[in-house]
């Protein structure tokens, strides 16, 4: 477990911020002792995570900001705004996301489009507007992308975010390695199942869907969303300072399954 302080007086900017993993990370960030700005669409959700967070960890020192990462001038006041509150970014994480069920033949050009703008588009507004101010004040930073391992398996029926976060993985990769001489280590996560988010709500709708996917996890659970804030606080806190470029799986070993799993007899338990 990370200790208190590990993120002391650190500034982190975290996308899609008023629910799931956003908010989790966001949570985890100001209990190491980081100042948090989350930004999202929508205000009243984005405001009332805000309040949520203050009342959870005494003593959080968080900003909101409404907008939308697909539009560059939400970002930049993104960025504008957090600089004026708390007078750097250290660190960002591009969690925002969007996403749907959808046959590729009949996804709509709009409905593509809805999905890499804020996944794959989005992403990279954040990471230019937020690097140029690391390369700027000259102290290094660090920049996490939430992808999934969709994005190198392919994932039928969500080609447009598969397409989009594999692109993430593209950019995480790049940008690790051009502004690697800045000091800004640029990593990824790739959960798996996590209950209690967006995705679950709609990847999983049914108790019939939950069932078989927890059957294709080897680890037989789905992750929680502080699994994720955990790895989170871990890669972008110095106890990772030699680590650039990487996409780490979190995901139960479900990626790794090929299917077979289900004809085996499953050892019943979770893990510890
Ligand atoms: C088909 C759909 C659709 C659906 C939207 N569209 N939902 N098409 N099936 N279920 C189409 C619309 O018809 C429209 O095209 C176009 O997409 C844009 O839709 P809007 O609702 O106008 O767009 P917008 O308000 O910008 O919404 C964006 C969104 C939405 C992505 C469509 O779902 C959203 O905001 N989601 C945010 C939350 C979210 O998805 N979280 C889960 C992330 S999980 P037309 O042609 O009709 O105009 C994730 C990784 C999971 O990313 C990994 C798991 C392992």
């Given at each position: 477990m990370l200790q208190p302080g590990t993120l002391q007086d650190r500034v982190a900017v975290v996308t899609g911020g008023s629910s799931g993993l956003g908010k989790a990370m966001a949570e985890e960030f100001a209990r190491l002792g980081a100042f948090v700005t989350i930004t999202g669409?929508?205000?009243?959700?984005?405001?009332?995570?805000?309040?949520?967070?203050?009342?959870r960890v005494p003593g959080a020192r968080v900003l909101a900001v409404p907008g939308d990462v697909r539009r560059p001038e939400d970002v930049d006041r993104l960025v504008a705004e957090t600089k004026r509150?708390?007078?750097?970014?250290?660190?960002?994480?591009?969690?925002?996301?969007?996403n749907f069920v959808c046959p590729a033949e009949q996804l709509s050009i709009n409905g593509w489009n809805a999905v890499v703008n804020i996944v794959l588009n989005g992403t990279f507004y954040c990471s230019r507007a937020v690097g140029r101010e690391m390369i700027a004040a000259g102290k290094g930073g660090n920049i996490l992308n939430i992808v999934a391992t969709y994005a190198w398996t392919g994932g039928p029926g969500t080609v447009h975010s598969a397409a989009a976060k594999a692109g993430?993985?593209?950019?995480?990769?790049?940008l690790a390695v051009e502004w690697a001489r800045y000091g800004i280590r640029v990593n990824a996560i790739a959960p798996g199942p996590i209950e209690g988010t967006g995705a679950a709500e709609k990847l999983w709708?049914?108790?019939?869907?939950?069932?078989?996917?927890?059957?294709?996890?080897?680890?037989?659970?789905?992750?929680?969303?502080?699994?994720?804030?955990?790895?989170?606080?871990?890669?972008?806190?110095?106890?990772?300072?030699?680590?650039?470029?990487?996409?780490?799986?979190?995901?139960?070993?479900?990626?790794?399954?090929k299917g077979f799993l289900k004809h085996f007899e499953t050892a019943p338990g979770s893990p510890s």
């Open positions: 669409r929508n205000e009243e959700r984005l405001h009332a995570a805000a309040q949520d967070l203050l009342s509150a708390f007078g750097k970014i250290d660190i960002l994480v591009n969690n925002a996301a969007g993430v993985v593209a950019m995480t990769r790049t709708p049914t108790k019939e869907i939950e069932e078989s996917l927890k059957r294709d996890i080897p680890l037989n659970c789905f992750g929680e969303p502080r699994d994720v804030a955990r790895l989170a606080s871990y890669i972008v806190s110095d106890y990772a300072r030699f680590m650039t470029g990487e996409v780490v799986t979190l995901d139960g070993g479900e990626w790794l399954n």
